[in-house]
């Protein structure tokens, strides 16, 4: 796989164990699924743990890796499937959910829903009670999230297609929970999707932070006093990831960051010095590395309102 020249020079210096990183973008990754509490139950869990010849991964009981090689398609093309027993989700994206920890009955906002993986596995946690506003301004995006939504049985979920910027002041102080899985450059599922570095510059970087911070001022004025919120990106800018959780606790004095704990995942800590920024507490935040992990690249962090 062919890099672009700048991304090799900017990421080098970030990126721990480069080579090794350059070497497993060249690797297919593997398959990860979710088995839905909300329709299957333990006789559905076995046999699907049987027939897919999965292994579990360790902080979510029902999570797990196909060890056989097979893909996305063909799994989508199951029974299991199409009866919402089992999501096709990569091992990284179900961390921001499990990091949010919603429990039953409470309010809970998924600002950029779309396609509905996070947002179903929140609903499963939350076991199908309480509230979950699912929000994506696009509305092609929509249809799979009300497809998804449907298939895996959750209930609890309304759906809304407003700016993400609104809800702020919209539903000022509402939620207990909110989770904001951020549109960003994607630098993180390039093993997957290698067409993401057709747009990639650091214009487009840049560009993007702008929407995240917008994003998270409004994600963050939605939240309740006590509530817990949780931004995550699929990319390794550090523009996208601490610049825009350093620029909301230097603007907001009652942010906190949270240590972050994930049993049998590889995390490093969060870059705490970068051109425009310098804070140790955003060590705090995690960077889950594909070649570390077998999964995509994620950046996850929770923070506290008091």
């Known amino acids: ?14 990126i721990p164990d480069f080579p090794h990183f350059l070497e497993f973008l060249e690797r297919r990754l593997r398959i990860y699924i979710r088995i839905n509490p ?9 046999e ?19 060890k056989s090689e097979r893909d996305e398609v063909s799994i989508g093309n199951t029974l299991e499937h199409f009866l919402g027993y089992i999501y096709v989700q990569d091992m990284a994206s179900m961390i921001p959910p499990i990091v949010l920890e919603p429990k039953k ?4 906002l998924d600002l950029t829903a779309a396609p509905g993986s996070k947002t179903t596995l929140i609903s499963a946690l939350m076991e199908n009670t309480g509230l979950i506003v699912a929000n ?6 929509l249809k799979a999230l009300t497809g998804n939504i449907d298939r895996m049985g959750s209930l609890n979920v309304v759906i809304t297609n407003l700016h993400g910027e609104r809800f702020g002041n919209l539903f000022y102080e509402y939620f207990d929970k909110v989770l904001l899985d951020a549109p960003c450059s994607s630098e993180g599922t390039i093993n997957k999707n290698y067409e993401v570095l057709n747009h990639w510059s650091e214009f487009y970087i840049n560009k993007m932070a702008k929407i995240q911070k917008n994003l998270i001022i409004s994600a963050f004025k939605s939240l309740k006093k006590g509530g817990t919120l949780v931004y995550s990106t699929c990319t390794f800018a ?23 704990n994930i049993p049998g995942i590889k995390i490093c800590e969060g870059i705490t010095k970068w051109e425009g920024f310098e804070n140790e507490e955003l060590k705090k935040c995690v960077r889950i590395y594909p070649h570390y992990n077998e999964c995509e690249g994620f950046f996850v962090c929770k923070i506290k309102k008091i």
């Open 136 to 141: 994506d301004i696009n509305i092609d995006r």
């Open 38 to 46: 909300l329709k299957a139950n333990e006789q559905d869990r076995e």
């Open 105 to 108: 009955y409470e309010k809970v």
């Open 1 to 14: 796989m062919k890099l672009p020249e700048k991304f090799i020079f900017r990421y080098e210096k970030i």
């Open 238 to 260: 550090p523009e996208e990831n601490e610049g825009v959780i350093n620029f909301l606790l230097n603007k907001y004095e009652n942010a906190i960051l949270e240590e972050i």
């Open 48 to 66: 699907i743990i049987r027939k897919y010849d999965c292994e579990p991964i360790p902080f979510y009981p029902y999570a797990f890796k196909l």
